[in-house]
Nanobody, 123 residues
Framework: VDLVESGGRLVQAGDSLRLSCLAQ????????MAWFRQAPGKEREFVAA????????TYAESTKDRFTISRDNARSRLYLQMDKLETDDTGVYYC?????????????????WGQGTRVTVSS
């Protein structure tokens, strides 16, 4: 599945931002989907996931109280609502998808990736 992220931009600490991921030409009813991010000079890390079985959501410890993952299957879109942004949230945010039931936070479980959208949080 081809994934296209959007919504990244420069914001200030404390601001909110919503990212969107479009699964082009594909019904996502049977895909588990997730957001990962990569900060400058660091490895890619898990942010949040939304499994298609049971509609379970999983969050990284650093984001669980500030970020909300959601999906709109009718529009083939995944969203990430980010509130109370911090400078450590700066990075490129990637959307990922898999047909696994519960892929969780493991990047190797995801078979499709977008090109990423850049989020910069200034102090």
């Amino acid at each position: 599945v081809d994934l296209v992220e959007s919504g990244g931009r420069l914001v200030q600490a404390g601001d909110s931002l919503r990212l969107s991921c479009l699964a082009q030409g594909r019904n996502i009813d049977y895909y588990s989907m997730a957001w990962f991010r990569q900060a400058p000079g660091k490895e890619r890390e898990f942010v949040a996931a939304y499994s298609w079985i049971g509609r379970n959501t999983t969050y990284a410890e650093s984001t669980k109280d500030r970020f909300t993952i959601s999906r709109d299957n009718a529009r083939s879109r995944l969203y990430l609502q980010m509130d109370k942004l911090e400078t450590d949230d700066t990075g490129v945010y990637y959307c990922a998808a898999t047909t696994r039931h519960y892929p969780g936070p493991f990047s190797f479980h995801y078979s499709s990736w977008g090109q990423g959208t850049r989020v910069t949080v200034s102090s």
